[in-house]
Protein backbone atom coordinates (compact mmCIF):
# COMPACT_ATOMS: atom_id res chain seq x y z
CA UNK A 1 0.00 0.00 0.00
CA UNK A 2 1.10 3.41 -0.75
CA UNK A 3 1.04 6.95 0.95
CA UNK A 4 -2.71 7.17 0.08
CA UNK A 5 -3.42 3.79 2.13
CA UNK A 6 -6.97 3.76 0.96
CA UNK A 7 -9.13 1.05 3.14
CA UNK A 8 -11.83 -0.74 1.22
CA UNK A 9 -15.26 -0.51 2.39
CA UNK A 10 -18.48 -2.35 1.28
CA UNK A 11 -16.20 -2.43 -2.71
CA UNK A 12 -15.51 2.01 -2.07
CA UNK A 13 -12.70 3.50 -0.53
CA UNK A 14 -12.82 4.81 2.76
CA UNK A 15 -11.20 8.09 3.62
CA UNK A 16 -7.58 8.72 3.89
CA UNK A 17 -5.68 7.03 6.67
CA UNK A 18 -2.33 8.96 6.20
CA UNK A 19 -3.41 12.71 4.40
CA UNK A 20 -0.38 13.25 2.35
CA UNK A 21 0.01 16.92 2.99
CA UNK A 22 0.87 16.24 6.22
CA UNK A 23 2.86 12.87 6.46
CA UNK A 24 6.06 12.09 4.65
CA UNK A 25 6.58 11.55 1.45
CA UNK A 26 7.06 8.09 1.74
CA UNK A 27 4.44 6.97 4.38
CA UNK A 28 2.59 4.11 3.81
CA UNK A 29 1.17 0.59 5.80
CA UNK A 30 2.15 -2.55 5.65
CA UNK A 31 0.55 -5.69 5.41
CA UNK A 32 -0.04 -5.87 8.86
CA UNK A 33 -1.42 -2.65 9.23
CA UNK A 34 2.01 -0.63 10.35
CA UNK A 35 3.20 2.52 9.77
CA UNK A 36 6.11 2.40 7.66
CA UNK A 37 7.79 5.76 6.71
CA UNK A 38 11.67 5.37 4.37
CA UNK A 39 11.05 1.73 3.82
CA UNK A 40 11.19 1.31 7.72
CA UNK A 41 8.49 -0.31 9.89
CA UNK A 42 7.83 2.60 13.23
CA UNK A 43 7.56 -0.42 15.09
CA UNK A 44 11.06 -1.68 14.66
CA UNK A 45 12.70 1.89 15.28
CA UNK A 46 10.67 1.76 18.69
CA UNK A 47 12.16 -1.46 19.17
CA UNK A 48 15.81 -0.51 18.48
CA UNK A 49 15.78 2.93 19.67
CA UNK A 50 12.57 2.90 21.95
CA UNK A 51 10.22 6.04 22.92
CA UNK A 52 9.88 8.82 22.43
CA UNK A 53 11.81 9.30 19.86
CA UNK A 54 12.01 11.65 16.98
CA UNK A 55 11.76 10.52 12.85
CA UNK A 56 13.36 12.27 10.03
CA UNK A 57 12.20 11.02 6.60
CA UNK A 58 15.83 12.08 4.62
CA UNK A 59 13.87 11.72 1.26
CA UNK A 60 11.13 14.54 2.54
CA UNK A 61 13.06 16.57 3.42
CA UNK A 62 15.83 16.62 0.35
CA UNK A 63 12.02 16.84 -1.81
CA UNK A 64 11.11 19.75 0.17
CA UNK A 65 14.55 21.48 -0.40
CA UNK A 66 14.64 20.52 -4.47
CA UNK A 67 10.81 22.10 -4.62
CA UNK A 68 11.95 25.46 -3.15
CA UNK A 69 14.94 25.29 -5.31
CA UNK A 70 12.58 24.49 -8.48
CA UNK A 71 9.35 26.79 -7.62
CA UNK A 72 11.84 29.85 -6.54
CA UNK A 73 14.29 30.15 -9.94
CA UNK A 74 16.50 32.46 -9.41
CA UNK A 75 15.73 32.86 -5.60
CA UNK A 76 18.53 32.05 -3.03
CA UNK A 77 17.39 29.65 -0.55
CA UNK A 78 19.00 29.28 2.63
CA UNK A 79 17.18 26.82 5.35
CA UNK A 80 16.69 27.91 8.39
CA UNK A 81 18.67 25.76 10.78
CA UNK A 82 16.98 26.98 14.16
CA UNK A 83 14.18 24.74 12.84
CA UNK A 84 16.18 21.39 12.88
CA UNK A 85 20.03 20.98 12.78
CA UNK A 86 21.95 18.15 12.86
CA UNK A 87 25.48 17.90 11.44
CA UNK A 88 23.53 15.56 8.74
CA UNK A 89 20.86 17.61 8.45
CA UNK A 90 23.37 20.27 7.83
CA UNK A 91 25.30 18.48 4.93
CA UNK A 92 21.55 17.60 3.31
CA UNK A 93 20.77 20.97 3.23
CA UNK A 94 24.51 21.54 1.16
CA UNK A 95 23.91 19.09 -1.24
CA UNK A 96 20.43 20.25 -1.79
CA UNK A 97 22.31 23.75 -3.04
CA UNK A 98 20.60 25.36 0.09
CA UNK A 99 22.89 27.71 2.33
CA UNK A 100 22.11 27.92 6.05
CA UNK A 101 21.28 30.65 8.46
CA UNK A 102 22.27 30.25 11.87
CA UNK A 103 21.43 31.87 15.23
CA UNK A 104 24.31 31.00 17.95
CA UNK A 105 27.75 30.06 18.04
CA UNK A 106 26.47 26.56 18.40
CA UNK A 107 24.34 26.56 15.40
CA UNK A 108 27.42 27.70 13.64
CA UNK A 109 29.25 24.88 14.85
CA UNK A 110 26.92 22.57 13.79
CA UNK A 111 26.58 23.89 9.80
CA UNK A 112 30.31 23.93 10.22
CA UNK A 113 30.99 20.30 11.19
CA UNK A 114 28.23 19.24 8.39
CA UNK A 115 30.29 20.97 5.90
CA UNK A 116 28.52 23.78 4.77
CA UNK A 117 30.80 26.64 3.20
CA UNK A 118 30.95 29.54 5.42
CA UNK A 119 30.18 32.01 2.79
CA UNK A 120 27.17 30.14 2.65
CA UNK A 121 26.29 30.72 5.91
CA UNK A 122 23.75 33.71 7.45
CA UNK A 123 24.27 34.64 10.94
CA UNK A 124 21.16 35.97 12.55
CA UNK A 125 20.11 36.63 16.68
CA UNK A 126 18.96 40.06 18.18
CA UNK A 127 21.47 39.97 21.03
CA UNK A 128 24.91 38.40 19.63
CA UNK A 129 27.68 38.47 21.96
CA UNK A 130 30.87 40.24 20.88
CA UNK A 131 32.64 36.01 21.06
CA UNK A 132 29.51 35.20 18.57
CA UNK A 133 30.43 37.88 16.13
CA UNK A 134 34.27 36.94 16.60
CA UNK A 135 33.90 33.76 15.80
CA UNK A 136 31.54 34.06 12.79
CA UNK A 137 33.38 36.74 11.29
CA UNK A 138 36.94 34.23 11.96
CA UNK A 139 34.91 31.39 10.23
CA UNK A 140 33.96 34.07 7.27
CA UNK A 141 30.13 33.96 7.31
CA UNK A 142 28.68 35.19 4.31
CA UNK A 143 26.62 37.26 5.89
CA UNK A 144 26.12 38.93 9.21
CA UNK A 145 22.63 40.69 9.99
CA UNK A 146 22.82 43.16 12.42
CA UNK A 147 20.13 44.44 14.66
CA UNK A 148 20.82 46.49 17.14
CA UNK A 149 23.51 49.75 17.19
CA UNK A 150 25.14 48.06 19.89
CA UNK A 151 26.10 44.93 17.21
CA UNK A 152 27.44 47.50 14.81
CA UNK A 153 29.82 49.07 17.30
CA UNK A 154 30.77 45.58 18.42
CA UNK A 155 31.43 43.95 15.08
CA UNK A 156 33.44 47.28 13.94
CA UNK A 157 35.64 46.57 16.13
CA UNK A 158 36.19 43.15 15.90
CA UNK A 159 36.33 42.41 11.66
CA UNK A 160 39.86 42.05 10.46
CA UNK A 161 38.44 42.26 6.83
CA UNK A 162 35.53 43.61 5.40
CA UNK A 163 32.37 41.68 5.97
CA UNK A 164 29.24 42.09 4.51
CA UNK A 165 26.22 42.54 5.98
CA UNK A 166 22.61 43.06 6.39
CA UNK A 167 20.42 45.50 8.41
CA UNK A 168 17.36 43.67 10.00
CA UNK A 169 14.45 46.03 9.16
CA UNK A 170 11.08 45.52 10.07
CA UNK A 171 8.28 46.45 7.45
CA UNK A 172 5.66 46.98 9.69
CA UNK A 173 3.29 43.91 8.41
CA UNK A 174 0.86 42.17 10.74
CA UNK A 175 0.33 38.91 10.12
CA UNK A 176 -1.93 38.38 12.79
CA UNK A 177 -0.36 35.16 13.89
CA UNK A 178 0.01 33.96 17.45
CA UNK A 179 1.83 37.00 19.29
CA UNK A 180 5.00 34.77 20.23
CA UNK A 181 5.82 34.39 16.14
CA UNK A 182 4.62 37.71 14.75
CA UNK A 183 7.83 38.90 14.38
CA UNK A 184 6.99 41.87 11.17
CA UNK A 185 5.60 44.41 13.37
CA UNK A 186 6.96 47.30 15.09
CA UNK A 187 6.65 46.57 18.86
CA UNK A 188 8.94 43.61 19.53
CA UNK A 189 12.36 42.68 19.79
CA UNK A 190 14.22 42.43 16.24
CA UNK A 191 15.38 44.71 14.11
CA UNK A 192 15.01 48.30 13.18
CA UNK A 193 12.17 50.02 12.43
CA UNK A 194 11.19 51.91 9.19
CA UNK A 195 9.34 54.80 11.35
CA UNK A 196 11.10 57.31 13.11
CA UNK A 197 14.42 56.94 10.10
CA UNK A 198 15.64 54.04 12.70
CA UNK A 199 16.74 51.77 10.06
CA UNK A 200 18.52 54.68 7.98
CA UNK A 201 20.25 55.61 11.08
CA UNK A 202 21.61 52.06 11.19
CA UNK A 203 22.44 52.06 7.76
CA UNK A 204 24.65 55.88 8.35
CA UNK A 205 26.38 53.78 11.46
CA UNK A 206 27.35 50.65 9.07
CA UNK A 207 28.78 53.25 6.01
CA UNK A 208 30.88 54.52 8.74
CA UNK A 209 32.62 51.63 9.49
CA UNK A 210 35.41 50.48 6.65
CA UNK A 211 35.41 47.02 8.09
CA UNK A 212 31.40 46.32 7.29
CA UNK A 213 30.13 46.24 3.88
CA UNK A 214 26.47 46.94 3.58
CA UNK A 215 24.85 44.86 1.01
CA UNK A 216 21.42 44.43 1.43
CA UNK A 217 18.65 44.53 3.83
CA UNK A 218 16.93 41.61 5.97
CA UNK A 219 13.48 41.58 7.54
CA UNK A 220 10.93 38.61 8.88
CA UNK A 221 7.16 39.24 8.88
CA UNK A 222 6.27 36.02 10.91
CA UNK A 223 5.75 32.06 11.28
CA UNK A 224 2.77 30.12 9.84
CA UNK A 225 2.67 32.54 6.87
CA UNK A 226 0.03 31.36 4.17
CA UNK A 227 -0.65 34.21 2.20
CA UNK A 228 1.73 35.22 -0.13
CA UNK A 229 0.79 38.19 -0.84
CA UNK A 230 2.17 39.42 2.09
CA UNK A 231 5.33 38.70 0.91
CA UNK A 232 4.47 40.95 -1.67
CA UNK A 233 3.69 43.54 0.32
CA UNK A 234 7.44 43.21 2.30
CA UNK A 235 9.17 43.52 -0.85
CA UNK A 236 7.35 46.73 -1.94
CA UNK A 237 8.11 48.56 1.51
CA UNK A 238 11.81 47.18 1.74
CA UNK A 239 12.24 48.00 -1.72
CA UNK A 240 11.50 51.49 -1.45
CA UNK A 241 13.30 51.62 2.03
CA UNK A 242 16.65 50.54 -0.16
CA UNK A 243 15.72 53.22 -2.38
CA UNK A 244 15.43 55.61 0.08
CA UNK A 245 19.43 54.80 1.52
CA UNK A 246 20.55 55.25 -2.00
CA UNK A 247 19.29 58.70 -2.44
CA UNK A 248 20.25 59.70 1.09
CA UNK A 249 23.54 58.22 1.13
CA UNK A 250 24.54 57.19 -2.94
CA UNK A 251 24.86 53.12 -2.43
CA UNK A 252 23.09 50.70 -3.99
CA UNK A 253 22.12 47.56 -1.87
CA UNK A 254 21.89 44.28 -3.80
CA UNK A 255 20.74 41.94 -1.71
CA UNK A 256 17.00 41.76 -0.20
CA UNK A 257 16.34 39.06 2.00
CA UNK A 258 12.96 38.37 2.88
CA UNK A 259 13.04 35.55 5.49
CA UNK A 260 10.62 32.79 5.92
CA UNK A 261 8.02 31.38 7.93
CA UNK A 262 6.22 30.02 5.36
CA UNK A 263 3.19 27.97 6.54
CA UNK A 264 2.77 24.53 6.73
CA UNK A 265 -0.69 22.10 7.69
CA UNK A 266 -0.61 20.43 10.69
CA UNK A 267 -4.52 18.81 10.43
CA UNK A 268 -6.12 17.68 7.50
CA UNK A 269 -7.49 20.90 5.80
CA UNK A 270 -4.73 23.47 7.41
CA UNK A 271 -3.32 26.14 4.37
CA UNK A 272 -0.20 26.04 3.48
CA UNK A 273 2.06 28.48 1.76
CA UNK A 274 1.92 27.83 -2.38
CA UNK A 275 5.30 27.96 -3.50
CA UNK A 276 4.20 28.72 -7.21
CA UNK A 277 2.00 31.70 -5.66
CA UNK A 278 4.99 32.85 -3.97
CA UNK A 279 7.32 32.84 -7.11
CA UNK A 280 4.91 34.98 -8.59
CA UNK A 281 3.75 37.56 -6.18
CA UNK A 282 8.20 37.98 -5.48
CA UNK A 283 8.66 38.61 -9.19
CA UNK A 284 5.84 40.76 -9.57
CA UNK A 285 6.24 42.68 -6.47
CA UNK A 286 9.97 42.93 -7.87
CA UNK A 287 8.84 44.39 -11.28
CA UNK A 288 6.27 46.66 -10.09
CA UNK A 289 8.31 48.60 -6.79
CA UNK A 290 12.08 48.35 -8.94
CA UNK A 291 10.09 50.43 -11.83
CA UNK A 292 8.42 52.96 -9.42
CA UNK A 293 11.51 53.36 -7.39
CA UNK A 294 13.87 53.34 -10.42
CA UNK A 295 16.18 50.69 -8.46
CA UNK A 296 17.98 47.64 -9.89
CA UNK A 297 16.55 44.38 -9.17
CA UNK A 298 18.18 42.90 -6.07
CA UNK A 299 18.83 39.20 -5.40
CA UNK A 300 16.41 37.90 -3.51
CA UNK A 301 17.05 35.40 -0.34
CA UNK A 302 14.69 33.39 1.67
CA UNK A 303 14.88 31.19 4.22
CA UNK A 304 12.49 28.50 4.93
CA UNK A 305 12.82 26.19 7.82
CA UNK A 306 9.60 24.42 8.90
CA UNK A 307 8.55 24.42 5.52
CA UNK A 308 11.79 22.06 4.67
CA UNK A 309 12.20 20.10 7.61
CA UNK A 310 8.30 19.84 9.02
CA UNK A 311 6.50 17.09 7.45
CA UNK A 312 9.94 15.60 7.53
CA UNK A 313 9.49 14.40 10.75
CA UNK A 314 7.57 12.79 12.93
CA UNK A 315 7.47 11.70 16.94
CA UNK A 316 6.47 7.98 18.43
CA UNK A 317 5.34 7.56 21.90
CA UNK A 318 4.73 4.83 23.87
CA UNK A 319 0.63 4.64 25.50
CA UNK A 320 1.57 4.24 29.11
CA UNK A 321 -2.00 4.27 30.40
CA UNK A 322 -5.51 5.01 29.28
CA UNK A 323 -8.14 7.07 31.63
CA UNK A 324 -11.85 8.16 31.38
CA UNK A 325 -12.76 10.42 33.76
CA UNK A 326 -16.47 10.77 34.99
CA UNK A 327 -18.15 13.06 32.53
CA UNK A 328 -14.71 14.34 31.11
CA UNK A 329 -12.48 13.38 28.34
CA UNK A 330 -10.95 10.56 28.19
CA UNK A 331 -6.56 10.39 28.65
CA UNK A 332 -4.42 8.75 26.37
CA UNK A 333 -0.95 9.21 28.03
CA UNK A 334 2.38 8.78 26.67
CA UNK A 335 6.26 8.62 27.56
CA UNK A 336 7.14 11.91 26.53
CA UNK A 337 5.30 15.09 26.55
CA UNK A 338 5.88 18.85 26.75
CA UNK A 339 9.70 18.44 27.35
CA UNK A 340 10.00 16.86 23.73
CA UNK A 341 7.15 19.38 22.34
CA UNK A 342 6.65 22.52 24.45
CA UNK A 343 4.77 23.83 21.19
CA UNK A 344 1.35 22.91 22.77
CA UNK A 345 2.04 24.88 25.42
CA UNK A 346 3.91 28.11 24.31
CA UNK A 347 1.77 28.64 21.00
CA UNK A 348 -1.24 26.17 21.43
CA UNK A 349 -0.15 23.99 18.03
CA UNK A 350 -2.05 21.28 17.38
CA UNK A 351 -1.53 18.23 15.85
CA UNK A 352 -2.32 14.75 13.87
CA UNK A 353 -1.78 11.78 15.67
CA UNK A 354 -2.23 8.43 14.19
CA UNK A 355 -2.08 4.33 15.46
CA UNK A 356 1.31 3.02 14.36
CA UNK A 357 2.43 -0.46 15.36
CA UNK A 358 -1.41 -1.66 14.17
CA UNK A 359 -4.70 -0.72 12.29
CA UNK A 360 -7.61 -1.01 14.27
CA UNK A 361 -11.29 -1.57 12.29
CA UNK A 362 -13.20 -1.01 14.72
CA UNK A 363 -14.86 2.35 15.96
CA UNK A 364 -13.16 5.81 17.18
CA UNK A 365 -13.60 7.73 19.97
CA UNK A 366 -12.11 11.48 20.54
CA UNK A 367 -9.36 11.95 23.01
CA UNK A 368 -6.77 13.82 24.75
CA UNK A 369 -3.17 13.06 24.01
CA UNK A 370 -1.44 13.52 27.46
CA UNK A 371 2.13 14.01 28.69
CA UNK A 372 4.28 12.62 31.39
CA UNK A 373 4.91 15.61 33.40
CA UNK A 374 4.29 17.29 36.19
CA UNK A 375 1.74 19.74 34.21
CA UNK A 376 -2.00 19.95 33.64
CA UNK A 377 -1.62 21.29 30.49
CA UNK A 378 1.11 19.07 29.77
CA UNK A 379 -0.68 17.88 26.30
CA UNK A 380 0.56 16.78 22.61
CA UNK A 381 -3.10 16.90 21.14
CA UNK A 382 -6.43 17.77 22.73
CA UNK A 383 -9.71 16.15 21.07
CA UNK A 384 -8.02 14.16 17.90
CA UNK A 385 -9.81 10.71 16.71
CA UNK A 386 -7.89 7.63 18.00
CA UNK A 387 -9.32 4.32 17.56
CA UNK A 388 -11.54 3.01 21.25
CA UNK A 389 -9.79 0.08 21.75
CA UNK A 390 -5.62 2.25 22.13
CA UNK A 391 -4.41 0.20 24.91
CA UNK A 392 -1.38 0.40 27.19
CA UNK A 393 1.69 -0.48 25.04
CA UNK A 394 -0.04 0.76 21.70
CA UNK A 395 2.89 3.02 19.59
CA UNK A 396 1.69 6.78 18.75
CA UNK A 397 2.83 9.01 16.04
CA UNK A 398 2.48 12.00 15.83
CA UNK A 399 2.93 14.09 12.13
CA UNK A 400 4.69 17.24 11.47
CA UNK A 401 7.25 17.32 14.56
CA UNK A 402 10.59 17.97 12.09
CA UNK A 403 10.90 21.49 13.08
CA UNK A 404 10.82 22.96 16.75
CA UNK A 405 10.54 20.07 18.69
CA UNK A 406 14.54 18.70 18.51
CA UNK A 407 15.68 21.81 18.46
CA UNK A 408 13.37 23.41 21.73
CA UNK A 409 13.67 20.11 23.51
CA UNK A 410 14.26 20.31 27.29
CA UNK A 411 15.33 18.42 30.55
CA UNK A 412 12.48 19.30 32.32
CA UNK A 413 11.46 16.88 35.70
CA UNK A 414 15.34 15.63 34.24
CA UNK A 415 13.63 13.76 31.91
CA UNK A 416 16.34 12.90 29.10
CA UNK A 417 15.95 14.07 25.76
CA UNK A 418 14.92 11.74 22.64
CA UNK A 419 17.14 10.60 19.85
CA UNK A 420 16.71 11.47 16.67
CA UNK A 421 16.67 8.97 14.10
CA UNK A 422 16.67 9.49 10.44
CA UNK A 423 14.94 6.58 7.91
CA UNK A 424 15.69 5.62 4.49
CA UNK A 425 15.54 3.31 1.64
CA UNK A 426 14.93 0.76 4.39
CA UNK A 427 17.29 1.56 6.55
CA UNK A 428 17.63 3.65 9.71
CA UNK A 429 20.22 5.24 12.03
CA UNK A 430 20.81 7.45 14.44
CA UNK A 431 21.72 11.05 13.75
CA UNK A 432 21.49 12.33 17.39
CA UNK A 433 21.49 9.52 20.36
CA UNK A 434 19.55 9.37 23.29
CA UNK A 435 20.61 11.57 26.03
CA UNK A 436 21.16 9.40 29.00
CA UNK A 437 21.00 9.92 33.22
CA UNK A 438 24.80 10.02 32.75
CA UNK A 439 24.49 13.22 30.50
CA UNK A 440 22.79 14.69 33.42
CA UNK A 441 24.82 14.11 35.84
CA UNK A 442 27.93 14.75 34.23
CA UNK A 443 27.01 19.12 34.06
CA UNK A 444 26.21 18.71 37.67
CA UNK A 445 28.78 19.82 39.58
CA UNK A 446 27.22 19.08 43.20
Known amino acids: MTLIDILPSLGQAAPVRFDPAIWPVTTRSDEEGRLC ?5 LTDIADEFHTPAYVIDETDFRHRARRYRKALRGVEVVYAA ?12 REEGLGVDV ?6 AVALAGGVEPARIVKHGNAKSPDELRDATRAGVGRIVLDSYMEIAYLAGLARRRQPVLIRVTPDIDIHGHRAVTTGISDQKFGFTLHGDRADVAAQRVLAHPALD ?40 TELNIGGGHGIPYVSGDRELDLNELAGVIENALDEVCAAEHFPRPTVVVEPGRAISGRAGLTLYRVCSV ?3 PGGRTFVAVDGGMSDNP ?47 VQPGDLLAVACTGSYH ?27 RRETIADLLSRDCG
Request: net charge positive; with cysteine.
Open 323 to 325: KTQ
Open 82 to 93: KSLLTTAVARWA
Open 37 to 41: VGGVA
Open 214 to 253: LVGLHCHIGSQVTDAARYGEAIHRMIAAMADIRTRHGVIL
Open 406 to 432: HSMASNYNMVCRPPVVAVKDGRARALV
Open 343 to 389: RVSLYGAQYTVALANRRSLGAKRTVTVAGRHCEAGDEIARDVELPAD
Open 103 to 108: CSGGEL
